[in-house]
């Protein structure tokens, strides 16, 4: 956590979200799944691969001005399981969110499968259990495994 | 039956298979033994895609049980085609019914509307999903030909959106039955199904030609390939015409194979096979009304009865 900033190689910020203890190389599927691209124009730093001692190379990333919900954090455990969550305001850390596998996820996830009969303009949520390597849709049954950012539902 | 609604065929246990399967075994022998516990029991068919076997099973059964049915009619001609959702939908003839049979060309639609409404909802089909009544008449047929200890299985045909295919395979998996799957590549089980089948400790092999194991089945349950499956004309030609049986093919077959089909065919099983000794497609069909008559007694039978759908002292209600 408290690496020398030369390590970390990107600035504090006043207020946002610190995800820290990324497993390496997965900041972009971080990003994808929060639905995070850049258009927002909110301001993202990322590092990719700096030294940890916990996971040997990890990825952090910081979004200005957004405040991640827990929901948000659980499905962010199914890309990076050892991740932390950091709430920062005024500079300081507010919250520490800990990233737990959900058992579920609900409303967060859009079925892959197109004609699944949560795609179909029904007033349900999508709901998907958290199965041994992936998620499964409690409606369908859809197994989804890879790319699990890409089924981000709008939100 | 300890459940509310029949979703799917994965929550069925043995016990609640062989409960059902028994209890149709009774009205098949006695048709009346059943009548008048329904008298004021109204069904509402709900079908969103054609049907004729399932749809008019479920009637003859509700009436014979001494109760009624209300037909939603086609999609066409109902408030569907204003738009309508499916929850909406099912909110409202809840109030018209006491249990809801539900076809719907959607996977998960039938889930759905279970949590809408506080009847029964029997999936009678949800797009490439589950049919789990046709498993329970399916069973029922094979118990009556075959028993269902010690079997071995092949199922043919489209595996990958058959949804009778994936309710039956997973019912078998309670019987610890060896299932072969034989299909074009383009048509093999999707991995959802193989992940409970796998999960389930399965015993299971995937096959594309049937002469490897089709001397070894008892029974072989046979799919249509839908043609819009495929891309194109030739190549539905080329696969599907390696998927049909007929009377020559099952000559490598064992004497005592039963073939069965859910229908409708078109032209997977020649006519031939129709009057041999293997043919059990039409007795299958005809089960449709025994079993589904059990099945509705288990589900509709109301509270405290529900628990022992197979309660056969005809004790009143």
Do not use: W
């Amino acid at each position: 956590m408290s690496e020398p900033e030369r390590e970390l190689r990107v600035s504090k910020i006043r207020d946002g979200t610190v995800i820290d203890h990324i497993t390496g190389g997965q900041a972009l599927n971080v990003l994808a799944i929060l639905g995070i691209d850049g258009d927002e124009g909110v301001g993202v730093s990322i590092g990719m691969n700096v030294p940890s001692d916990k996971l040997g190379t990890k990825d952090v990333v910081k979004v200005e001005d957004r405040e991640l919900s827990q929901g948000e954090v659980d499905v962010l455990s199914l890309l990076a399981p050892e991740a932390t969550v950091n709430i920062v305001r005024e500079f300081e850390v507010v919250d520490k969110k800990r990233v737990e596998r959900p058992e579920r996820v609900v409303g967060l996830l859009t079925c892959p499968n197109h004609n699944c009969i949560t795609n179909a303009d029904e007033p349900v949520e999508s709901a998907f259990g958290v199965v041994d390597d992936g998620v499964r849709c409690e409606f369908c049954g859809e197994i989804v495994r890879e790319d699990i950012g890409d089924h981000l539902a709008v939100h | 039956m300890r459940h509310d609604h029949l979703l799917s065929a994965g929550q069925l246990t043995r016990e609640d298979i062989e409960a059902v399967l028994d209890r149709a075994a009774e009205l098949d022998a006695d048709p009346d033994a059943a009548a008048g516990r329904y008298d004021d029991t109204l069904l509402a068919l709900c079908f969103f895609e054609p049907s004729t076997r399932t749809k008019m099973s479920f009637d003859t059964a509700m009436k014979r049980l001494g109760g009624d049915t209300v037909d939603m009619g086609t999609v066409e001609s109902s408030s569907v085609k204003k738009g309508e959702s499916l929850a909406d939908t099912v909110r409202v003839i809840e109030g018209y019914a006491d249990g809801i049979v539900l076809r719907h060309p959607s996977e998960g639609a039938a889930k759905l509307a279970s949590q809408f409404v506080d009847v029964p909802v029997v999936n009678a089909g949800d797009g490439a999903g589950q049919h789990p009544s046709q498993t329970l008449l399916d069973l029922y047929t094979m118990r009556e030909r075959a028993g269902l200890d010690d079997l071995t299985v092949g199922i043919m045909g489209d595996l990958k959106y058959g949804r009778t295919v994936h309710s039956l395979a997973s019912a078998l998996t309670e019987f610890d039955a060896r299932m072969h799957f034989v299909s074009p590549e383009s048509l093999r089980l999707p991995r959802s199904v193989q992940f409970d089948l796998h999960d389930a400790g399965a015993r299971l092999r995937e096959h594309t030609d049937l002469d490897e194991v089709l001397p070894e089945l008892d029974v072989l349950y046979v799919t249509r390939i839908q043609r819009e499956r495929f891309p194109d004309e030739n190549e539905y030609q080329k696969v599907a015409g390696q998927y049909r049986i007929d009377a020559e093919t099952l000559e490598a077959a064992r004497d005592d194979l039963t073939v069965m089909h859910p229908l409708p065919r078109v032209d997977e099983i020649a006519p031939d096979v129709d009057d041999s000794e293997y043919a059990a497609y039409f007795a299958q069909a005809h089960n449709g009304v025994p079993v589904r008559m059990a099945l509705l007694d288990g589900l509709l039978a109301g509270d405290g009865a529900a628990d022992d759908p197979v309660a056969t002292d005809g004790g009143g209600r």
